[in-house]
């Protein structure tokens, strides 16, 4: 027998025995409910044999490997009971269209209560302007309870069943999360399942000698252990404190904190962990959420000896959570926050495990683009990297409430000539504006002393240059600060996947320096984009088409309306093709009846493209740039203003058939002539 083949007969043998046991235990539920108890009974026969795959792989060791299993069903069915009625509809909805994520209306939002609203209350008065700006997606950062003064914004959670006092209520929370739904918006929160604060009862109960809670952490009495992990740690917060322990006086311990000394890492090679997460998990899903951000992902799993992160039990947990999740909030969907390498980034991704992801890898290499003003190493990693599996999309955004890492592949970088630690040495000094001719106004985050490395903080519009413009008075840098940000959201709304904004950027908010006076925030940087909203203020210009935020407004307002209506951005594939241009980043979009062909130029110089090159991935000879409105022939090459991305339609019956090459590399030669083959530059080496 193989061993795919005993999991099956241990898993089938499993049910057999905990099914009856069930039965017992929800008759009365059932009684009431049916039809509730057929659906789940169906749902969990149907998940059950990877279930227990995944948690026999990682749990079948310990003595108590059945109680646990049983525990964890019934967890499960109890909060399927206690699930509300509009959201069990919703299940119904979601189950019987799982695409609804991929279509062109999907539009995100990011913020926090506190600073963008003050409280729960406050958020639901902004609920017209989420309207405003079409967003269907939102996603409130930590708002659960959390210690006072250093929370890491909130992502050191005390408890996950109860809110931040200040925001207001669990009861509110879900009163919101169903007026969103109405308003056809999806809630999505965080889990923050890597860490606890050491407030957590589970921590306060280790901090007391209390054995089974000191097994849900890494608590060593001297320096041995940690001395051996760090040998193959990355250091996350070095400015803040160096390695990934921090000494506890008060217990005598080093406990493991891979990111604040108050953020105490969960041991999930500790099946009670496991159970005692998955039921937070399901508490949440039952808020109303609809989209669970899973924080931190790469640092569940510790093995000695490697660098802790994207161990294959961080995949195994992420899944078994998805499997349960099915059973019992089958319309939640995980999303993914892999800050880290690009071929990690994606091994989080696929409808088992991850539905959508951030794609950090899109977001650093706008900002590359940007800074050289080529797209050669934009280009050639999105050619390798931006496919996804079926099912799964891209969540695209330029700035987070983080900072920004240059996490591209070396490899990647050499393919094209670039020198990867040199490189990423100029972006960290170009957006922290040390670069002579540079517009950005970034601030460094966590610089490591020993190893030169460093992330960027800062908001979209000062960084893309409108903070220098504003201050210097320059009407021609204003100009080219204004492109630059709608040239970038230009493409995150038209590149496939879910586009989301940090709210604040859609009015190019400026950094705001207020932080390094606040002694609970000084230390660290990323708070410089994390201002607190001034309504008074947006009153003011949001609309006045005279101040450069009301402009940045205007025009993203009208890009989100634009994309809702072009079919070909839902679901489908991304074409990047040459554009025989070092500063024109190119990909068509092609589905539903429709095909777009979308140019950005990351110049701040008049460009050209060839005009044969504009017929054969067009596929047309006469187009309409849906941005301006205005027509182009395939007789003449296309010229892009500074910085303008078009978004061009052909609007003549297409000449050259077949797709362009998903490589981009090569085009139907036979098409140009042989002076134009010849003519096409390649991108030029550094
Ligand atoms: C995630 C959050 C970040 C936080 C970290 C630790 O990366 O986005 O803000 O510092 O997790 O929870
Ligand atoms: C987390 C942090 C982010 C950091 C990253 C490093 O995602 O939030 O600031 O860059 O970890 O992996």
């Known amino acids: ?181 109405e308003q056809g ?31 849900f952490y890494f608590l060593f009495p001297d320096r041995r252990i940690p001395d051996t992990y760090e040998r193959t740690l990355r250091e996350i917060f070095p400015t803040v404190r160096r390695g990934s322990f921090s000494w506890r006086e008060d217990i005598h311990r080093w406990v ?114 940007l800074a050289t003003g080529e797209v050669k190493l934009l280009a050639h990693s999105m050619r390798r990297r931006f496919r996804l599996p079926q099912g799964t999309a891209w969540v695209n955004y330029l700035r987070s409430h983080d900072d920004i890492g240059w996490t591209f592949d070396d490899n990647d970088a050499r393919w094209e000539w670039i020198d990867p630690s040199g490189h990423r040495r100029f972006l960290n000094q170009f957006y922290m504006g040390r670069f002579p001719g540079s517009f950005a106004r970034g601030v460094p985050f966590q610089e490591n002393p020993d190893t030169g490395d460093a992330r960027i903080s800062g908001t979209l519009a000062s960084l893309a240059g409108l903070e220098l413009a504003i201050q210097s008075g320059d009407e021609q840098q204003m100009e080219l600060a204004m492109r630059r940000i709608q040239m970038l959201y230009s493409i995150i709304l038209s590149i496939g996947g879910i586009p989301l904004i940090y709210l604040g950027d859609e009015v190019g908010t400026l950094n705001d320096y207020a932080f390094a006076s606040d002694p609970d925030k000084a230390d660290d940087s990323r708070w410089v984009h994390r201002p607190q909203a001034d309504w008074a203020w947006r009153g003011k210009v949001e609309h006045d088409l005279n101040s450069p935020h009301g402009q940045v407004f205007a025009q993203l307002v009208r890009l989100i309306a634009l994309r809702k209506q072009q079919p070909a951005i839902s679901d489908s594939e991304t074409a990047f093709v040459e554009t025989g241009n070092g500063h024109l980043f190119g990909y068509v979009r092609h589905g539903a009846g429709q095909r777009l062909f979308v140019v950005a130029s990351f110049s701040p110089h008049p460009q050209e493209m060839d005009a044969n090159l504009l017929r054969v991935h067009g596929a047309g000879y006469r187009f309409t740039d849906l941005i301006t409105g205005q027509t182009h022939t395939a007789e003449q090459p296309l010229r892009l203003e500074p910085y303008q991305c078009v978004w061009l339609e052909p609007s003549s019956l297409p000449k050259v058939t077949g797709e362009p090459s998903e490589w981009g590399t090569s085009y139907p030669s036979e098409m140009l002539t042989e002076e134009q083959n010849r003519k096409i530059p390649r991108f030029p080496s550094v």
Not at 58 to 82: I, M, P, V
Not at 186 to 201: A, C, I, M
Not at 322 to 342: G, Y
């Open 256 to 369: 493991w904190t891979t990111f604040n000394s108050f953020q105490w890492d969960l041991n999930y090679a500790n099946p009670a962990v496991f159970r005692a997460m998955a039921q937070e998990m399901l508490f949440i899903a039952n808020i109303g959420v609809e989209v669970l951000r899973l924080d931190a992902v790469a640092f569940i799993w510790k093995r000695m000896g490697t660098s802790c992160e994207n161990q294959p039990e961080a995949h195994q947990i992420i899944q078994a959570f998805h499997s349960l999740a099915r059973i019992a909030a089958p319309a939640l969907l995980f999303k993914s926050e892999a800050i880290v390498h690009p071929d990690d980034v994606v091994s989080y991704i696929s409808p088992r495990e991850c539905q959508i992801s951030y794609n950090p890898l899109l977001m650093a290499l706008l900002w590359e683009s």
């Open 1 to 181: 027998m193989t061993d795919a083949q005993q999991v099956q007969q241990q898993a089938a043998l499993s049910l057999e025995r905990l099914w009856p046991r069930l039965e017992i235990t929800f008759r009365d539920e059932a009684d009431v409910a049916p039809a509730d108890w057929r659906a789940l009974e169906m749902r969990l026969r149907h998940e059950w044999e990877r279930l227990f795959g995944l948690l026999l792989g990682l749990y079948g060791g310990h003595y108590d490997f059945f109680y646990h299993l049983e525990e964890l069903l019934r967890a499960a069915a109890r909060s399927w009971f206690a699930r509300p009625t509009w959201l069990k509809q919703l299940d119904a909805r979601r189950e019987a269209a799982p695409a609804w994520f991929q279509s062109q209306q999907m539009v995100g939002g990011m913020c926090y209560v506190d600073l963008f609203a003050g409280t729960l209350q406050g958020l639901r008065d902004r609920l017209p302007s989420f309207k405003k700006l079409g967003l269907t997606y939102l996603h409130l950062m930590p708002l659960f309870e959390s210690p006072e003064g250093k929370s890491d914004g909130g992502y050191a959670v005390s408890s996950y069943r109860r809110l931040n006092p200040k925001l207001g209520t669990i009861e509110e929370l879900a009163e919101l999360a169903c007026e969103l739904q």
């Open 185 to 215: 918006i999806s809630l999505v929160l965080d889990f923050v399942f890597n860490h606890t604060s050491d407030e957590h009862e589970w921590a306060r109960r280790a901090q007391a000698g209390d054995h089974e809670y000191e097994r």
